[in-house]
């Protein structure tokens, strides 16, 4: 895939690689680009070699070796272990794609994924489209790529990393309980075409048969409901605490006072008394494949 200045440079053999721009508003993100940086670079400079020959031996361009050790680019996983193999690192350069493998992520999506892999219960009720946690890697290119105003490509490939990476929740062990609840007009909207539309389909029945989670379909010939407003999205802690967001409420800012937080609850609960049952669901998201 080829991408452009801000999400890429090319390698010596001549392919694109595309690469993640550190948020300059993210101090954590541009300590640890860094911090990572430095070390491949005194890793080269103590080889020997020049950034024009390291990157020709790990198959990058040499304005991208320049890039990473000056810590504003953060490399991929191939990169480090390819470095670490030319190098003669020891495991030492590949192991920093553990302390790299959230700074490549937005901030407000690693806060958002954080409060995700913590969570026991998950609640999320959305209006208009298909919640992040349920969308096929097509589905959220597609919706990302159709932001205005727009994103850059860079942009884009982080966030549809993002959201791929976001999925470890329904991997977890003890499995938190998940509930969603999809408005029908989501599941009939073909964003990226038809058979987008049928993988993405597919995904939701293959989440929706999963034992920890419960998926409902809200019918559009239901009048009206609690969620109107807005999505709802309620995440709660095992030493129970818990924050929730609406659209529709509290401006859309994070709560956590009880009070607002029952609110959310109510609402949530009525809006699922109100939706088809996941049974019931199952079966309608079957049909809509079927028609598709």
Not at 232 to 255: M, Q
Request: hydrophobic share 35%; charged share 30%.
């Amino acid at each position: 895939m080829s991408v452009d200045e801000a999400g890429t440079a090319r390698g010596g053999d001549g392919v694109d690689e595309p690469g993640w721009e550190v948020d300059p508003d993210d101090e954590s993100g541009v300590a640890m680009a860094a911090t990572v940086g430095r070390q491949i670079k005194a890793w080269r400079e103590s080889a020997g070699m020049r950034a024009g020959e390291f990157g020709a031996a790990i198959g990058y361009g040499e304005d991208l070796v320049y890039k990473v050790e000056g810590g504003r680019r953060i490399p991929r996983p191939e990169f480090l272990d390819r470095a670490d193999e030319v190098l003669g690192a020891g495991g030492k350069l590949a192991m920093l794609k553990r302390e790299l493998a959230e700074v490549r992520y937005p901030k407000k999506v690693r806060d958002l994924a954080r409060m995700e892999a913590r969570a026991v219960e998950v609640s999320v009720y959305s209006s208009h489209g298909i919640h992040g946690l349920l969308q096929t890697e097509q589905h959220a290119r597609v919706l990302l790529e159709a932001r205005q105003p727009a994103y850059s490509r860079d942009e884009v490939e982080r966030g549809v990393s993002a959201r791929i990476a976001r999925r470890s929740v329904f991997e977890r062990e003890p499995a938190p309980s998940l509930s969603f609840v999809q408005e029908e007009a989501s599941l009939r909207r073909p964003i990226g075409g038809r058979m987008a539309l049928r993988c993405q389909l597919e995904h939701l029945l293959e989440i929706g048969r999963l034992r920890s989670v419960s998926l409902q379909v809200m019918p559009l010939d239901c009048e009206s409901h609690p969620g109107m407003g807005g999505d709802i999205e309620i995440l709660k802690f095992d030493d129970g605490t818990a924050v929730g967001r609406s659209g529709g409420a509290f401006n859309g800012r994070p709560v956590s006072d009880p009070k607002h937080l029952r609110i959310l609850e109510l609402r949530y609960g009525m809006i699922r008394s109100q939706a088809l049952t996941p049974r019931e669901s199952l079966a309608f998201i079957e049909q809509a494949l079927g028609e598709t």
